[in-house]
């Protein structure tokens, strides 16, 4: 088979965009065949709509401090961070059906809080994040968060709390996704269980679209957008790859850096192993409506939480003449339609009772069938049975995305990271240093 290029990559986004940069950089040809019309697929940066502010529509907020591959990309690019939200706060909090204005757990819940979470930085100092979760002793943490939070006997009250933390952690209900994916991260953020909840606060300053453009043009590579891949064929000789419109091109090693939840639907020749596309199959429960909102007379530090309300968290994140452009993150159970300004603004008031959105912004992930999930949360069982299956090699074909990353699973971080890990495997297998087939 001849080849076009040393090494193609499937999916621009971070992953994928990060494997490229590293095999520009070691002085390889790499092509990249995106299926969207623009690169950075779950990180975008674009203008709210029909005005001229820009807001994440995706992926945002990191901490260098915890995020070591983010912290890699600022020193490289010299790239500027500026806290979303900090300093003397609004907090409040609904919960119960109640608006509080103060912290919302009191008395014997207090102390039941506390046990829980003790419970759960125990559990998670049995995690390391460094090593995948398959290889170490973990099966009986790989159980949904209700089912932790049941076997623990936690009370009503602290249930809604965490409920409340873990919603916003997932975008998934707490029957859905499994405890090991949090423990995971309570221990990648160092054990705690705050810093998960509310340490992450910083954003680039440029956006994410134009972090990943820095390192696309570094890369060196061609870039072929709006080119969905259909087919990825691999011999001793090397990997074939289709697009939908039936473009072909040859190369001696893939990188996939689609999403998990994606991998069923391109045709792969000989088939992915089961361990592999079991996980694929289960797909990624994450469903967050990250919704963008002008919205008039709304205190500026509001901090809102909640847990039984639409948004699980909601701040403005810009003042504006005509109102705050305000972030409001709505999970399941809520149905919210979030392009009804009606309904946006009864959700807003359960926070701030005078306020009134006057436009809203979002962009459904989980319809998308280039992510179909937001960012991803392993559903029970997955991660102790296949997470070495993920981030393996298949003969000529490697894989990178925060999905199959070791680390920061689902993050902006695991993206990088995986990328990262994927070109090393791509320059093995163009060294001959991989068995094939
Ligand atoms: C709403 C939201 C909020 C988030 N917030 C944060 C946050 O604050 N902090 C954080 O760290 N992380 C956050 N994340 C997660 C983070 O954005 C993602 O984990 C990360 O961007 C994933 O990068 P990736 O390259 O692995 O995957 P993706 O960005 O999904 O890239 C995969 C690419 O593959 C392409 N593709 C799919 N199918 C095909 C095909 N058949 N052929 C060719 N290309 C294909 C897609 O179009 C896409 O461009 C958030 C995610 C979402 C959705």
Redesign the pocket.
């Known amino acids: 088979m001849g080849s076009d290029f040393d090494v193609i990559v499937?999916?621009?986004?971070?992953?994928?965009?990060?494997a490229a940069r590293d095999l520009g950089d070691a002085g390889h040809s790499v092509l990249v065949?995106?299926?969207?019309d623009?690169?950075?697929?779950?990180?975008w940066t674009r203008p709210f709509a029909g005005r001229e502010e820009l807001v994440?529509?995706?992926?945002?907020?990191?901490a260098p401090e915890v995020?070591p591959h983010?912290a890699d990309e600022i020193a490289r690019y010299d790239l500027e961070l500026v806290v979303s939200h900090g300093g003397d706060l609004d907090s409040r909090w609904h919960f119960g059906g109640e608006l509080k204005r103060h912290f919302p757990l009191e008395g014997d819940d207090i102390y039941a809080l506390e046990r829980t979470l003790f419970q759960i930085i125990r559990a998670s100092h049995r995690v390391d994040p460094d090593r995948p979760r398959d290889e170490q002793d973990l099966a009986d943490l790989d159980v949904s968060v209700e089912r932790f939070l049941d076997d623990l006997g936690t009370p009503a009250a602290v249930r809604e709390f965490i409920y409340m933390w873990a919603g916003l952690g997932s975008?998934a209900l707490p029957g859905e996704w499994s405890m090991l994916t949090a423990l995971s991260l309570i221990a990648a953020m160092d054990n705690s269980v705050w810093g998960w909840y509310g340490a992450?606060t910083d954003?680039f300053v440029i956006g994410?679209s134009a972090v990943v453009d820095l390192l696309a043009r570094d890369s060196g590579a061609r870039i072929e957008l709006s080119?969905?891949?259909?087919r990825v064929e691999q011999d001793d000789e090397g990997v074939r790859v289709t697009?939908?419109a039936g473009a072909t091109y040859r190369a001696p090693a893939v990188v996939i850096?689609?999403?998990l939840a994606?991998w069923p639907?391109?045709e792969f020749s000989p088939a992915l192993p089961e361990d592999k596309m079991e996980p694929a199959r289960a797909g990624n429960p994450?469903r967050?409506k990250?919704t963008w909102m002008v919205v008039e007379n709304l205190p500026p530090n509001l901090f809102a939480s909640g847990w039984g309300t639409d948004f699980v968290q909601m701040f403005p994140e810009l003042e504006r003449p005509d109102g705050a452009i305000a972030m409001g993150m709505c999970a399941p159970p809520s149905e919210l339609d979030v392009s009804d300004l009606d309904a946006l603004t009864r959700a807003v008031r359960q926070f701030a009772p005078e306020a009134d959105v006057v436009a809203a912004d979002a962009?459904d992930?989980a319809a998308d069938?280039?992510?179909k999930?937001?960012?991803?949360v392993n559903p029970p069982g997955m991660l102790s049975a296949h997470h070495s299956a993920l981030g393996r090699p298949e003969g000529r074909i490697v894989f990178?995305?925060?999905?199959v990353?070791v680390r920061?699973i689902?993050?902006?971080?695991?993206?990088l990271e995986?990328?990262a890990r994927a070109a090393e495997q791509a320059r093995a297998v163009l060294g001959g240093a991989l068995p094939v087939g």
């Open positions: 499937v999916g621009g986004g971070l992953s994928g965009i990060r065949l995106e299926a969207r623009r690169l950075g697929g779950r990180a994440e529509i995706g992926g945002t907020w990191v995020h983010v975008g992450v954003r994410m080119a969905p891949v259909s697009t939908a850096a689609t999403p994606v639907d391109i994450g967050m990250k962009h992930f069938p280039y992510a999930g937001t960012w991803l990178a995305g925060a999905d990353a920061w689902g993050w902006l971080d695991g993206a995986a990328g």
